[in-house]
């Protein structure tokens, strides 16, 4: 399951204006650091494992309209057959990535935490989005919780793994309670069980470098 949610965000300045809010400076500043915290946990990671790739190439249509923008090559653990991180890179300038994610497993192969950072093809000023996601597991019950780079939680989402992956809550950030109170009665005890266990902030892996300490 690899969940991202797309926000947008417009912003409008004086014609005179050439400067960023202090807040979207640090924002693209923190965001950017994240990519790039990424990118050295993939190559270490690569450098200490036996991998092999796929490739392919794909793009946009629309405002885009460029069907070859990237190249996409994914990165297997030739042992455990586990994806361990997919890189798209811009066909024109090769040395910049598009889109990079990595997953994390748990000890029974399970996706445990998920990273990604995407650029716009229209601006590489910050990555459109940047985001943890965080994976629990208790009984037959798979939760998901997915925080942006600072800190936001986005989305959360639990699914009964015995009904197949039946969806017993899926909520947006506009509609994840502050407490489990606030649900009906009816639904407060399933609440519980599916986030009781689950963090309410995405420290400590806000800085993705937290992930060289498992590689060996």
Avoid at 7 to 16: E, I, Q, Y
Avoid at 53 to 74: A, D, H, Q, S
Avoid at 186 to 214: I, M
Wanted: proline share 3%; glycine share 4%; charged share 25%.
């Amino acid at each position: 399951m690899h969940l991202i949610i797309l926000l947008t965000v417009t912003n409008t300045f004086a014609a005179g204006d050439t400067s960023l809010p202090v807040g979207l400076e640090m924002r693209h500043q923190l965001w950017n650091s994240f990519a790039e915290k990424l990118y050295t946990v993939h190559k270490k990671r690569l450098d200490n494992s036996d991998y092999y790739t796929m490739e392919n190439i794909g793009g946009y249509g629309g405002l885009t309209n460029e069907p070859e923008y990237y190249r996409e090559v994914k990165y297997f653990d030739r042992e455990s057959r586990q994806l361990l991180s997919i890189v798209k890179w811009e066909l024109k300038f090769s040395n910049d990535f598009h889109m990079i994610d990595l997953f994390i497993y748990d000890d029974e192969n399970r996706i445990k935490r998920e990273y990604t950072a995407t650029y716009l093809p229209s601006r590489r000023t910050s990555p459109s989005e940047a985001l943890i996601i965080l994976h629990y597991y208790r009984n037959n019950l798979h939760s998901v919780r997915e925080f942006d780079a600072s800190n936001v939680l986005l989305y959360e989402q639990c699914t009964d793994t015995e009904q197949g992956d039946k969806v017993i809550f899926s909520l947006d950030y506009v509609d994840i309670p502050e407490s489990y109170s606030e649900l009906d009665k009816d639904e407060q005890e399933a609440y519980l069980a599916c986030f009781g266990h689950a963090a309410n902030s995405a420290e400590p892996y806000l800085d993705p470098l937290v992930e060289l300490s498992a590689i060996k």
